[in-house]
């Protein structure tokens, strides 16, 4: 959610208060890696959900980061391209925040950003997102009857003075990191608790390519748990293009200047994919239906495709299934958590 360091002092910098918090994970998932200068602190975080439901970051009061990470759509926002101040389109589609805290190879679709506190400042300078100045955010933070107050029960500081865009990215890089989802049905079956319909085991299968009585899905190469991503990008066949210099958006190509990235962009996880509609960096499928069927069509060619894209010559039942295994991945606690939502 949230350019790049403005002034000399990076987050890193920034001194914080030593209380840390304890994450609630599940047994089947290992603790993530945190930063060792910005310890989780019940402060911090709840000084962080604030600022990611808040509008003040906005130029015009307009828009939070919730603006584009909706908790009942698994912190995304329903739209093909995500929308910022002023109805401005965005360039591509708002990702899932769901086990933001175990993103460890970059952040945003083209992986810019290396880390949450780092990712967490963009968007308020962002002309399509926000619209903002960190120096006015800054300002606004300062003069409020309350964040003062929150920031130095969040990190000591000893004055408003020292209220600064980098310990307002700690505190929502700390909210984002308790943004776990490892409950669904998917999960329980692994853990002896329940079973899988015939139709949804039947997509499992596929999906895993565990059978070899049922055509195989190439799904669980990429999308890979407990997270269901493996946290790479590549070109999945989206868009045709004779030389890797035509593609319109580069993708990773456009964050790292190496030609054979151009057209690739980060596996997403599919944790609560039914909710996450639409699909792809630009939002081009409607439904899963649509893109289970560009998959089974095997893509389009260009020089960097994945060699997993190919035809996979699924029947309708096989789609159906594939479809009713992905259901299984929806955490409704997650998604219905009210920890997680608006506190004000």
């Known amino acids: 959610m949230l350019a790049l360091f403005g002034c000399s002092a990076g987050p890193e910098q920034i001194p914080t208060v030593k209380a840390p918090f304890a994450l609630a994970l599940p047994a089947h998932f290992s603790p993530p890696n945190l930063p060792e200068d910005s310890p989780m602190t019940a402060a911090g975080i709840e000084l962080g959900r604030r600022l990611f439901y808040d509008p003040i970051l906005s130029a ?10 909706l908790p009942e759509r698994a912190f995304t926002d329903g739209r093909s391209l995500a929308v910022g101040i002023k109805q401005r389109q965005g360039r591509r589609n708002a990702l899932s925040l769901a086990n933001a805290a175990y993103q460890y190879k970059g952040l945003f679709w083209d992986g810019r950003s290396a880390s949450l506190e780092e990712q967490a400042l963009i968007p308020v300078e962002d002309p399509n997102e926000m619209g903002h100045d960190w120096k006015a955010v800054e300002e606004a933070l300062r003069r409020h009857p309350a964040y003062p107050a929150w ?8 004055d408003t003075s020292e209220l600064t865009r980098q310990l307002a990215a700690k505190a929502l890089a700390q909210f984002e990191r308790t943004l776990i989802s490892a409950d669904s049905k998917y999960d329980r079956v692994m853990q002896g608790d329940g079973a899988f319909t015939e139709l949804e085991e039947r997509g499992r299968q596929i999906f895993f390519d565990t059978s070899e009585e049922l055509p195989q899905g190439e799904c669980g190469h990429c999308h890979t748990p407990p997270l269901f991503t493996d946290q790479t990008y590549m070109n999945n066949g ?8 035509s ?38 499928f ?32 096989d789609k159906q299934a594939l479809i009713a295994f992905l259901g299984t991945l929806t955490d409704s606690s997650f998604v219905n958590n009210p920890e997680l939502d608006d506190p004000f």
């Open 238 to 245: 989206l868009d045709e293009a004779p030389e890797l210099a």
């Open 60 to 69: 015009d009061s307009s828009m939070a980061c919730a603006s584009c990470h």
């Open 286 to 317: 409607a439904t899963l239906e649509e893109v289970i069927e560009h998959y089974n069509q095997g893509g389009h060619p260009s020089e960097n495709v994945d060699p997993k894209i190919r035809k996979l010559h699924l029947a309708d039942i």
């Open 151 to 158: 920031f130095i029960e969040a990190f000591g500081i000893a």
């Open 247 to 284: 593609f319109h958006d580069k993708g990773r190509g456009e964050a790292t200047g190496q030609y054979y990235d151009n057209g690739r962009f980060r596996v997403p996880s599919l944790r609560n994919v039914s909710l996450t509609a639409p699909y792809m960096h630009d939002g081009r």
